[in-house]
């Protein structure tokens, strides 16, 4: 049996925590982007869209079957007029048309509930499994009036176990249903537990279903915090499988604003007509009209039993603190055929009781204006005032209720029924739940619609002003909060969502025409904020067909798109190059992204739109789908000189537009048809550094990326060529590398040259494009400029500082910046550890040194700095190795064991000059004694690795980069001034004046050498 009893808080009660809740759903729908793709693609689903126009879906993962599917509404053998005595037999006759199609067991189902939904008719279904309910079950139907279907979907266990196996009784259940509830009283809170089980679908992570329990059902009062707990107990273990209160209490929020009239306890008294107040004379009930005329007709004379009671058609007020009487004022004294005038004051009533009947008044004929055929709330609903506690109220499932004035959390407040926003937003509570009866409305979405009708109907977003006092209220519906950066898990502050979404639609479509939308896209029952969304585009929708716009689709997708729960559509495209073919159309692709699974792309209404005269006027073209998100189309071929400009439209099948560029009216694409003039654009990705080579093909590569007007395939990279020469003499040339459409390599070849220590190398590039007359393109653009690099007598190997693009690691060989001795990163052996045992690891340089032109005499030189510490007493070293043959054979030149500090290593590469391609390695080689990282050391660890060529010295040269500099100056004053030390080598360089020490007067004459003050210093 299914219970129909909720109830929500206005506001939190702190000391009200009363055990775990465990909620019927998550707050919005969690869909697995992969799954759904994979279930749109499925054969089912295939077949049962053949034929029909613009049908998506969006799945249940759970029963692989669509949860919501909507399109253009077709019909079928079941088609016939459609009303509300016959739409369950149309619906009904339709999924036995589909059953086989979706595999359906339709005996499962039994009717719900038949909605009117703007002249259709929507026909709810729950599912039932050996005669017990299934919780979260939903099957439905939407027919139009002729018999068409407009929607349909399922939410249902299909092709699971369902055991009717049991072991508690129902007095045993109900032993356990208060288990957890703080302020239960045995004693007066009294449980019932229905005797009909129920399943109840146990959740894991997002929305996937792991089980169905029997359960049984009971509703557990706590009279002691206003609570009523649905809860259920599984009828074998008695764990408690879902449990939720009936009263939601939340947090106090608020910002102080300005305080108006007929809203709280600081508006100015006026007087007002009571309506639809049901009156007794002499025991015969008359009820007051709208102006709160009433009209009787008397049978005796003399005297009349006159009794005004605040009660009505629409609403009961009963005070707590008075027995829940209701307050009436009783006149004996009236006569026939007198006129009598009663205002309603404190001597009959208080301003909480007139406050709250008269509200709930203007509440129910809000709702009444918008829907005639509501009746969910068309009886004398009770608003029971002044209950015990302070600053909070409630809907029960079937009455409202407001806490008396007192304080709570430190805030002060009214008699509640006394803030018009609070009684309005309860009693949207009560439209919410009535509503969606007998399913349930999540609840972010039941406080967020209950915000939007209390600020609605008060014509102000700010709900419950005056709540703790003049110029306070709680929430604010203007805002900017979006899905899902702002869900806290606090269904008040998630509700903002969705309330400020209706706000700004409120702000862009007349008033009552958001109003109306807010209020039919109920009719849809929606499980999330995007399935309300849904809703109310289709609830604005006129014509029965979604995919060619409703009449404010752009405003609705407008609002729910700043809070981020509407769909969207991101539109990618390379945009169309120059061309001097003026023969052919001109193809074009783009990708079409969409931000909601199931919800797919209106190719019919899908274009491209171009110009030829600047943007006055434009011709369009259809564009089709290529393949999954890929969409093409093609311009017709224009003459040549024409200058084109286009935009690109994109719909989905909600009727979302969406353009590239964004506003075509400011911004247009455009492309040249005609005589390229315009040369390619180069720029350098990796220039060519400071190296110790001087003759033959240079080691390392330069990397050039090179656009064209043309487009990707513009630049003819056939042509290109880096030039390269030292002093005035003429450019040598060698070929480019292509590397992809956009991008190519260059190496330098010096050929039989051998440059000098010092020199300066000039160098540019250049690539043609594939114009009929072909551009030809240079770096630098100026032909009077160049790059340049120096042959060096020092070249940095690698400082770790930009990855590990010229070296192959063995694990575990790690970049890593645990520790270094200059910068941030160094190459670490074992990171945060200690090093294997029987190990065998090396780091590779890739590319060798072209050590060609130098001789022993030289003093080629490898220097490293190395922090190590290995074990003493084990054959554990670090090897450093050198080939000349790619590593045919090798040769081991340093070897490193034992513990170091940071320390520099040099090594003599003499043995190995004259050789054109000289390559090395750190080879860690460990014996296999040990317990291996978690007792070792730590291993080696390298930093700064350099080639030197000592046998060429450049005085001065601080820093070691082969050049004098003034920075050079600094470093030497630095090192005086800080009594830093160099290493042996610096000291050699930088003593210029060659008195055997390095100091001041050095770094004098070493800044006028660099400043050209001086040609040669007094050791040279």
């Known amino acids: 049996m299914f219970v129909s009893f909720e109830a929500f808080a206005f506001a939190p009660e702190p000391h009200n925590e009363t055990g775990k809740i465990f909620p019927i759903q998550a707050n919005f729908s969690h869909h697995n982007q992969a799954k759904q793709q994979e279930l749109l693609k499925s054969q089912v689903w295939q077949n049962f869209t053949r034929g029909k126009q613009n049908w998506v879906a969006i799945f249940d993962e759970n029963s692989g079957l669509p949860e919501k599917a909507f399109g253009k509404p077709f019909a079928g053998n079941w088609s016939r007029i459609v009303n509300e005595k016959n739409a369950e037999t149309v619906a009904w006759d339709f999924l036995n048309s589909i059953k086989n199609e979706f595999g359906l067991e339709l005996s499962q189902f039994s009717f719900a509930v038949t909605n009117n939904w703007l002249g259709d008719y929507a026909v709810f279904y729950k599912q039932f499994v050996n005669g017990f309910e299934v919780l979260d079950s939903k099957m439905f139907v939407v027919l139009t009036a002729d018999g068409k279907v407009a929607r349909f979907g399922f939410l249902m266990g299909k092709d699971r176990v369902f055991s009717t196996d049991f072991a508690l009784t129902t007095k045993e259940a109900e032993f356990f249903a208060p288990i957890g509830l703080v302020g239960f009283d045995e004693k007066t809170d009294k449980i019932t537990v229905e005797n009909e089980f129920v399943y ?62 007929l809203v709280n306890p600081q508006s100015i008294p006026q007087v007002f007509p009571y309506k639809h107040l049901r009156m007794s004379i002499n025991g015969d009930f008359v009820t007051t009209d709208l102006q709160g005329n009433f009209a009787y007709t008397t049978t005796t004379s003399g005297p009349q039993q006159v009794s005004i ?56 004929d809000f709702i009444k204006g918008i829907d005639q055929t509501f009746t969910g709330v068309d009886y004398s609903m009770n608003c029971n005032v002044e209950l015990n506690g302070s600053c909070n109220a409630f809907w029960n499932g079937s009455s409202i209720s407001f806490f008396r004035a007192g304080a709570s959390g430190g805030s002060q407040c009214p008699s509640i029924s006394r803030i018009a926003g609070v009684v309005y937003h309860e009693y949207g509570h009560g439209i919410n739940s009535t509503h969606y009866s007998p399913f349930g409305m999540p609840g ?68 009552s025409r958001a109003d109306s939308l807010h209020h039919f896209a109920r009719y849809g029952k929606a499980d999330s904020f995007f399935d309300y969304f849904v809703d109310l585009i289709t609830s604005d929708d006129n014509d029965g067909d979604l995919t060619n716009g409703t009449p404010y689709s752009d405003e609705i997708f407008e609002a729910f798109g700043k809070h981020t729960i509407s769909s969207d559509i991101e539109i990618t495209h390379d945009k169309i190059p120059d061309t001097e073919d003026s023969q052919n159309a001109y193809h074009f692709t783009a990708d079409f992204q969409t931000n909601i699974f199931g919800i797919g792309i209106n190719v019919a209404q899908c274009s491209i739109f171009y110009s030829i005269d600047g943007g006055a006027n434009f011709s369009s073209a259809p564009i089709t789908n290529l393949i999954s998100t890929m969409f093409e189309g093609q311009i017709p071929a224009q003459p040549s000189g024409t200058t084109v400009s286009y935009y690109i439209k994109a719909q989905d099948v909600l009727s979302l537009v969406v353009t590239e560029p964004e506003d075509p009216t400011t911004e247009l694409l455009t492309f040249f048809v005609g005589s390229d003039q315009v040369e390619p654009e180069l720029s350098v990705e990796i220039p060519f550094k400071s190296t110790i080579e001087n003759t033959g093909l240079i080691s390392q590569k330069s990397i050039v990326n090179a656009f064209d007007n043309l487009g990707l395939q513009g630049v003819n990279f056939a042509t290109g060529l880096v030039h390269h020469r030292v002093g005035i003499g003429s450019f040598q040339t060698n070929s480019i590398t292509q590397l992809s459409d956009t991008s190519f390599s260059a190496e330098i070849d010096l050929g039989s040259n051998s440059y000098q220590i010092g020199d300066v190398v000039e160098y540019f590039f250049t690539v043609d494009d594939v114009a009929l007359t072909p551009n030809t393109g240079r770096l630098p653009q100026d032909p009077n400029e160049f790059l340049t690099f120096t042959v060096s007598n020092v070249e940095t190997v690698e400082g770790f500082e930009d990855g590990i693009a010229k070296w192959n690691l063995d694990a575990p060989w790690v970049i890593s910046n645990q520790q270094s001795y200059s910068g941030d990163f160094s190459l670490d052996e074992s990171p945060g550890t200690g090093y294997n045992d029987n190990a065998n690891v090396s780091a590779t340089l890739l590319d060798g040194y072209n050590l060609s032109g130098y001789t022993v005499a030289d003093n080629v030189k490898l220097t490293y700095w190395a922090r190590h510490f290995l074990k003493i007493g084990h054959d554990d070293f670090l090897f450093v190795e050198v080939t000349t043959d790619n590593w045919q054979n090798f ?89 830093v030390n160099f290493v042996p080598e610096q000291k050699v360089v930088t003593d210029v004046d060659g008195d055997g020490f390095v100091r001041v007067n050095d770094a004098s004459l070493i800044l006028q050498k660099a400043k050209g003050l001086i040609n040669k210093f007094p050791i040279e």
């Open 200 to 261: 109840v679908p146990v959740y894991g992570k997002d929305t996937e279903i792991l089980d169905y329990k029997l359960a049984y059902n009971s509703l557990v009062p706590v009279s002691k915090h206003y609570g009523n707990w649905q809860t259920y107990i599984d009828a074998n273990s008695g764990e408690i499988l879902r449990r939720f209160n009936t009263v939601h209490f939340g947090t106090i929020d608020g910002q102080i604003t300005g305080d108006t009239e």
């Open 309 to 364: 009671p605040l009660q009505g058609t629409w609403v009961r007020v009963r005070n707590s603190q008075n027995g829940n009487q209701t307050p009436t004022l009783n006149l004996t004294t009236v006569t026939d055929n007198e006129t009598v005038n009663v205002n309603l004051d404190s001597g009959s009533s208080t301003f909480s009781e007139r406050d709250g009947f008269f509200h709930t008044n203007v509440a129910h």
């Open 444 to 511: 972010d979405m039941h406080e967020g619609i209950a915000d939007y009708t209390a600020a609605t109907i008060e014509n102000q977003p700010l709900v419950g002003v005056g709540f703790n006092g003049p110029n306070s209220f709680l929430r604010n519906i203007n805002n900017q909060n979006q899905y899902p950066d702002d869900i806290v898990n606090e269904v008040h502050y998630d509700g903002l969502i969705i309330a400020g979404a209706l706000w700004d639609l409120r702000q862009l479509v007349p008033v």
């Open 891 to 979: 040769t081991k030149v340093d070897t490193l064991s034992g513990p170091s500090s940071w320390k520099q290593h040099v090594v003599s590469l003499s043995p190995f000059v004259g050789n054109p391609d000289v390559k090395f390695r750190f080879r860690l080689v460990t014996d296999g004694v040990g317990n291996g990282p978690a007792t070792n050391p730590f291993g080696v660890i390298l930093d700064e690795i350099k080639l030197r060529v000592d046998g060429v010295i450049v005085y001065g040269d601080a820093n070691e980069n082969g050049i004098l500099e003034e920075i050079d100056a600094d470093l030497v004053l630095e090192s005086v001034v800080k009594n």
